[in-house]
């Protein structure tokens, strides 16, 4: 996970929190089922950095946006031309949060 904090430039590691009806939501470094989640907010919109020890599919992917993100947003997995694209960890992915009005 050091490796993910150290190219998370521009990232904002303050605390922010934030509640809706079904749950509450905050920013920062947690531990679940085995698994490391880095949630930030990068250009005012919600990242997630789900770090495991083995390749994770879609309802792990599924519980983690629910459990970490409030509804309200709308997540991806991003996959951006072979030249950006940026492989820190074989088991590292990353949900962000869309503009809806895009």
């Known amino acids: 996970m050091q490796a993910a904090l150290a190219a998370c430039e521009g990232c904002d590691f303050s605390l922010h929190e934030e509640q809706d009806e079904y749950g ?5 470094l947690f531990h679940y089922q085995g698994k490391d989640i880095l ?11 789900i770090n495991s020890d083995h390749p994770i599919g879609y309802y792990e992917l599924k519980e983690v946006r629910y459990l970490f993100c409030p509804d309200r947003c709308h997540m991806a997995q991003i996959f951006p031309p072979r030249s950006e694209f940026i492989n820190l960890s074989e088991n ?4 962000y949060e869309l503009n809806p009005d895009i």
């Open 39 to 49: 949630i930030t907010i990068d250009e005012g919109m919600w990242h997630v950095s």
């Open 24 to 28: 509450h939501y905050a920013t920062g």
């Open 92 to 95: 590292c992915f990353h949900l």
